[in-house]
């Protein structure tokens, strides 16, 4: 199993089991069969930029160190893998689906990520620029520690999210539907689609702050 037993937690909180690598064979970038399947492999330092990698499947396996700029991830599948300084300008990958993975210490410059599955997905310390999550399913996601030019969660679907240290400078979340997404560890600069945000959890402060963009939403003059 790749996975620990998962411990009590509030429900209402992001449910993330550790995942466990063990026994991975050291891969190379021909060792990926487009389409195929890659399991129990680690890629280190590898180039994948430009590689055509729709629908392909990948389970249990490590990458770091590597390189995938203008990968074509197109209905591709990640299963119990973990990233480490990945570094992509431009990631491809629109109806992909994540299950179980961890996402560490990386720089992701556009994420086309509309319509894809993420599930039990942990990223911590990354920098991202434009995340493109429009008609995605997100369930069990934590960002930890990161920092996102441009959040967009238009016609999403979000259920037990969270964000901690995490400086999010535009989110949109116009027709949104949001479960148990916690925001209150972001720190929200701009926000579009504030009635999207039904079923989120914020701040105090942050609750201030959205009553002002409602309150111009609705053409209400607010003065002291």
Known sequence: MARSPRPSR???APR??????????QGFAGDIEPGGR????????????????????????????????????RLASFVDCRFVRLSAPSLAAPRSRWRGVEIEASRIGSAELYDAELSGVLVTGCKLGYV????ATLGDVKFVDCA???????GATATRVAFEGTRVDA?????????????RGARL?????????RGATVSS??????AELMAVRLGIDVRD
């Open 132 to 135: 493109n999550l429009r008609a």
């Open 148 to 154: 996102i030019d441009e959040l967009d969660l238009g």
């Open 10 to 12: 509030d429900q209402a």
């Open 38 to 73: 890659t399991e129990g492999l680690a890629f280190e330092g590898v180039d994948l930029a430009g590689q055509e990698l729709e629908s392909s499947t990948f389970s249990e396996c490590l990458f770091q160190d590597v390189t995938a700029h203008d990968a074509g991830l």
């Open 16 to 25: 993330l089991d550790p995942l466990v690598l063990a026994g991975l064979v």
């Open 171 to 183: 989110l949109d979340a116009t027709a949104a539907a949001l479960t148990h997404v916690d925001l």
């Open 205 to 210: 402060i942050q609750a201030v702050e959205l």
């Open 189 to 197: 600069h701009r926000v579009a689609g504030v009635d999207g945000l």
